[in-house]
């Protein structure tokens, strides 16, 4: 069955930069582009960016261009996304999620909670 | 940027009511209009893409049309497993912006 499995919790001071993981399971792991999608608490779905996990092109909303960098390893089936210079603001749950073309996210990974605290 | 405004921002129904939430898009999107239904500390769920498709196991009380700017999801008799956020998302155009939800809860 499809899986997205991420990394844990993560805690940061301000300044700092976090990687969190995606671990794709069964499917073909090249062949769906994978979504970022954050949500701080309280609030609704941001879009992050996208990645073609075949020839690691991205796609990064403008907000996050310049802080956000996606990046993907074809041998383990595994997406990553690392966020620098964060401030209290990035607090935040990150998503990943499968991207159906032309579609929506129809697999999602349980979420990471990236929290930013001197 | 396109963006994706939701109404209402909340609503309060009882089990067996009909739901209508609307999304509209601030450009054409022809009909890549997708809804996702989420419920406190989980992930998206993914019910209805190309605006009136129904994503496999998605219950048929749900349903979405809607084409070019203006959109709808109707919850034909809600149940009590229905009482959620629910988000529309565009898929035209990266950003792949989101509306800012609605919130159903119990009368």
């Known amino acids: 069955q499809v899986e997205l499995v991420q990394s844990g919790a993560e805690v940061k001071k301000p300044g700092a930069s976090v990687k969190v993981s995606c671990k794709a399971s069964g499917y073909s792991f090249t062949s769906y582009y994978i979504n970022w999608v954050r949500q701080i608490p309280g609030h609704g779905l941001e879009w992050m960016g996208l990645?073609?996990?075949?020839?690691?092109?991205?796609k990064y909303a403008q907000k996050f261009q310049g802080r956000v960098t996606m990046t993907r390893d074809t041998s383990t089936g595994t997406v990553y996304m690392e966020l620098n210079s964060l401030t209290s603001e990035d607090t935040a749950v990150y998503f990943c999620?499968?991207?159906?073309?032309?579609?929506?996210?129809?697999?999602w990974g349980q979420g990471t909670l990236v929290t930013v605290s001197s | 940027d396109i963006q994706m405004t939701q109404s209402p921002s909340s609503l309060s129904a009882s089990v067996g009511d009909r739901v209508i939430i609307t999304c509209r898009a601030s450009q054409s999107i022809t009909n890549f209009l997708n809804w996702y239904q989420q419920k406190p500390g989980k992930a998206p769920k993914l019910l209805i893409y190309?605006?009136?498709s129904l994503q496999s196991g998605v219950p048929s009380r749900f349903s979405g049309s809607g084409s070019g700017t203006d959109f709808t999801l109707t919850i034909s008799s809600l149940q009590p497993d229905d009482f959620a956020t629910y988000y529309c998302q565009q898929s035209f155009r990266t950003p792949k912006t989101f509306g800012q939800g609605t919130k159903v809860d119990i009368k």
């Open positions: 999620a499968r991207d159906v073309t032309g579609g929506g996210c129809d697999y």
């Open positions: 190309a605006a009136s």
């Open positions: 990645i073609n996990p075949n020839v690691g092109f991205t």
